[in-house]
DNA sequence: CTGAAAGCGCTTACAG
DNA sequence: CTGAAAGCGCTTACAG
């Protein structure tokens, strides 16, 4: 093993007295080589120590054998667990992932798309960042790959797309609310304009309405979708002079920082005032009391985009899909 | 803009009416083009929508621009934190990151080893799996890359580390329970072989000492850094004839599933029985009832090893490193 | 079942 | 300041 050199199949040829082409085939295991010749060239690989060159072979056969995977945080639990879903499944079927980060912020995002498409990425999967605008839509439009969109729908986006079914879990998380006689409940954190937001929106509204209510709009506050966004709005709804009696919270993740603010306001969840969150992440279990949420399958969601992703990239007229999963109430302790 | 083919650098020469090396040398910012010449060749990459094909760049230039990070589980919460300092770092230095998740699993850690030096990363952080052995360090020896380890070290690697002071941190959470009049503490969670796990033993071993008190093997229970594994090992040392007292936690996640157990015997933490963690992830704070914990720095670590490993990329023989920081006790609820 | 030759799309000296 | 030519290390038809 030299220290800077590295060896090359050339080298390895020779050493075994075949031709390249031989060699080339040895390792990819085509079957049309002999087992005396696969043997003899193996021997040769070890002895030399030699290590494909990717790179190489991804150029001249002109794809990557690399998959991106962008998504907005991967240290909200929702994400890492959909993000090992698809790597996972990604991996069973040879890819490598190349991982990008946007948190939630749009100029990052197509940066990393850029990134990814330079790098002859051979499909995408996206998680969208809340605010992506019809500029982001436009240019996934371009982009020459397979190309699958999770969690968060793109509108004219021409993609395939895995989520779930944003307003059936707010409007039965609302509506275990309404059964439990409140009628004045806060919508607290998601940024408005994403889709997300608007469908859990839908679900909300649905369910006031067929309970015959009408809503308040200032008990809806919007913001990121963080622990901190949660914290500020409800900090900023507990000041409203008709204070909400229930929160319905954008996800368990803004859920934790509204169970903060409250501890601070010394009110006591599933006693002074009703919470239901949305993901039902691991820790919600030992939240502090343990969450009402609304399941979701961010691993099923991963490893869904995954396989469709798989098909669009070697099949080659696949149809599109939308799959959509349905979400289930999980009643705890905050309601 | 044409469906399938690629637009070529060739291709964007020609219609600038340059040669190829002067539109590779203006992609690059190479300042010894001219002004004119710059603006009429942008011109002609925007108009003909062309790529850089950085599979054929980095071929060529024998350099990838992809970082290869390795960690063990990406759904904890002291990782992701990690991840993200690293990502972040590295993606400022123009790097990309190709993501490797082992969980905790040291054949799926050869793989992605071996991978990755196909895939010709640039350069390599690995979070290695608790069970690493002599094969995996002799292997990481003979990677002709730079590479720089964090959070668990390995012995006899002749690599950068960056981690912190676990030996010092179990010695502050112990400490801090035998005087709060604890004899009987036990250490829960973790597995035996990995360097994490012996550290924190040596601090626990080190209170001990200095307290003046022996150690009862027996509330030494070890298994998975889980949630279920800090599940299983309260499960059993509750068991115990003579049951601890307080319980030193491997980890806040491990801490987790501690407080699931002691949730299902009716044992309320800092009433009952004293509980301790160790990373202060975020969600300790909310964990029921809050959890004590120590505090690592998890995105510091990520960050400080993306800084030496670009140094280690980019100097020509940079000094090794080895850079520990300082834990800190979070005194909460749970004691 | 195996080999000789061309080429993937860039970058790199080198020449002018 | 710019161009012609070689080559990075593989894979791909094609021929035998």
Redesign the pocket.
Known sequence: MSKKH?V???EVAAHA??????V??V??NNP???E??RKKVFDSINTLG?V??RV??N????SSGIVGVIVTDISNKFISEFLIGAQNTLEQFGYTVLLGTTFDSVSKQDKLLSTMVEHRVDGLILNPASKSSEKTVKKINELQIPIVLANRELEDANCDYVGIDYVKGAYIAVTHLLEKGHKRIAYLGGIKASSTWIERMQGFQLAYERAGLKLDESLIIDGPPTREGGFDAVSKVLQNENPPTAIFCFSDLVASGVLQGLALHELTPGVDIDIVGFDNIPDSEIYHPPLTTVSSFPRSIGIKSANILYEKMTKSSPEKQRIILKPELIIRETS
Chains 1, 2 share one sequence.
């Open positions: 590295r090359t199949l050339h007295g075949v031709s390249t082409s031989t080339s085939l390792i990819r049309r080589i002999s005396a010749t030699y494909y060159d190489a072979a150029l001249r056969s002109q």
